[in-house]
């Protein structure tokens, strides 16, 4: 997806004869590859998320009691670990969406392909290090 | 001198519906970026999933603001993500008949969601509850 032909040194050792998963041992995905696959898994995750918020916020047009018996499911451990991993996908798509939109707009983007992928990186922490504290400093107190 | 512009990441699509949506994409990803950070931070972050319950929605829908401000994620986050599923589909289901199953789900979960969704923001009414347990009491 980037200049045609790949560095050897990202395709990884010569895997001759390896079949399967193992075939990738040592391979380094170019990030034009890995920043897609995060986008769209994210992306996905974050709707199955949404289809079910939709139905569980339909609920409260059936009074308080229907409401309030429903929330044992969000407030149960599991959920709030998944409540943070929730963030994490939205957080890394908003930002990898951001340098999609960059690179789509300004002619010069594709000379700094690597330069934005880790800055995807760096704001996608800088957002979700202090998120994900807040959230589990309430989890736990 | 000049290199010639290399492809990277999706051509922009020629016209027609494809078009549209790219633009809808982009459009609805910078207003969700706001949008729904916003109502992370609000709903996960300053209050948590431990304080909020339904009177908590009740006060919060009681500002025609926050409704305006739900329903417009609503649309836009089930558009944006039934779009993004569509992309998925056109990339691995090849056969046309799976294709137009896949597709059909997909427009059928957007109609149904955004009527149900649509429903619960626009809908809500509490004091009919108030009322009711009022009623009950007495």
């Known amino acids: 997806m980037t200049t045609g032909t790949v560095p050897t040194q990202e395709r990884g050792p010569v895997t001759a004869g390896t079949r399967g998963i193992a075939a990738y041992r040592g391979y380094r995905p170019p990030v034009g590859m890995l920043s897609w696959a995060l986008h769209r898994i994210t992306g996905l995750g974050v709707l199955l998320f949404l289809l079910l918020h939709i139905v569980d916020i339909f609920l409260v047009g059936y009074g308080p009691e229907t409401f309030n018996e429903l929330l044992f499911l969000y407030r149960h451990p599991v959920f709030r670990i998944g409540e943070i991993i929730l963030v994490a996908g939205l957080y890394y798509h908003a930002a990898n969406g951001v340098r999609i939109i960059l690179i789509d707009f300004w002619d010069k983007a594709y000379q700094f392909e690597r330069q934005l992928f880790y800055g995807v990186i760096v704001v996608f922490l800088a957002g979700f290090i202090p998120t994900a504290f807040l959230m589990i400093r309430a989890m736990v107190r | ?138």
């Open chain 2, 1 to 138: 001198m000049s290199a010639p512009r290399l492809r990277v990441g999706r051509e922009r699509p020629a016209g027609g519906f494809e078009l549209y949506s790219w633009y809808f994409f982009r459009i609805s990803g910078l207003l969700l970026i706001f949008l729904a950070i916003t109502h992370v931070v609000i709903m996960h972050v300053i209050n948590t999933v431990d304080e909020i319950d339904w009177r908590f929605v009740a006060d919060r829908w009681g500002s025609p603001f926050w409704r305006a401000f739900d329903w417009l994620m609503l649309f836009l986050a089930l558009l944006h993500g039934l779009n993004g599923a569509r992309l998925a589909v056109d990339d691995y289901v090849r056969s046309r008949g799976w294709r137009i199953f896949a597709h059909s789900i997909l427009w059928s979960a957007a109609v149904i969601f955004l009527i149900i969704g649509s429903i619960a923001v626009l809908t809500f009414n509490p004091d009919a509850f108030q009322a009711a347990a009022t009623a009950a009491g007495s």
